[in-house]
């Protein structure tokens, strides 16, 4: 499968190249427009792996939907547009047997290769980070698609980093994480406009977003006039 990432960073969307036999496993909606030559299966499975209903509903739990959608090349030189929802960034990320967490809603398309499943943040992190108890996480080999909003920039941790609570897409899972105040105070750090973070520790790498979507939504939800 080749790729070719396309109108980045506003609105990005991701080419796909395939041949005769070749998957790939996209999140429900992801598809824009594609050639006559795919064979299109919906389930609640990994292609080729374990899932099913458990596995669904934790997904679901995790922000992502309760289906899959598998698209198969049934003949040669095949191509698939996908993109997110929202405008802004999508992201390849090569897995090479390694595992990472993904935030809810930004997992968009992976191989054949790659074991999507949802992971336990903790009901303390889930509570005060402002995310979903659950996380995707990511496993395996092969091509790996994810989206943001705004933007997606890389940062090697290599002992502490502090990242606002929404911005945060996806990072190694050798990474450690706690959620905390911003500032010296729990009052200074709200009045500051910055509340809580979520404060990486370890070594590895994280992946954010130059926009947050919650803080966007209460921008933009008092200028709405309804009908």
Known sequence: MQHQLLAQPAMSVAKLTMQAGESVTCEVGA?????????????????????????????????????????????????????????????????LGNTLIVQGSSWLASAVGIEIDATWQGFG????????????????????????????????????????????????DTLQFRVGKAGTSLVGSILGGEGLVCKFSGQ???YCQSHNPPSFGKLLGPKLKAR
Not at 45 to 55: E, H, I, Q, T, Y
């Open 31 to 95: 598809m824009i427009a594609m050639t006559s030559g795919f064979n299109v299966e919906t389930t609640s499975r990994n292609k080729g792996g374990s899932g099913g209903l458990a596995k669904g509903l934790k997904r679901m739990f995790a922000g992502e939907n309760f289906f899959l959608n598998h698209f198969t090349a049934t003949a040669s030189d095949q191509t698939l547009m996908i993109g997110p929802g929202l405008l802004g960034d999508v992201m390849h990320y090569p897995l």
């Open 204 to 206: 590895g790498r994280l």
């Open 125 to 172: 992190k889930a509570l005060f980070s402002g995310e979903g108890m659950f996380w995707v996480k990511c496993s395996g080999s092969g091509d790996l698609f994810l989206n943001s909003f705004g933007s997606i920039y890389q940062v090697d941790v290599d002992g502490e980093y502090v990242v606002d609570t929404g911005h945060i897409v996806a990072f190694d």
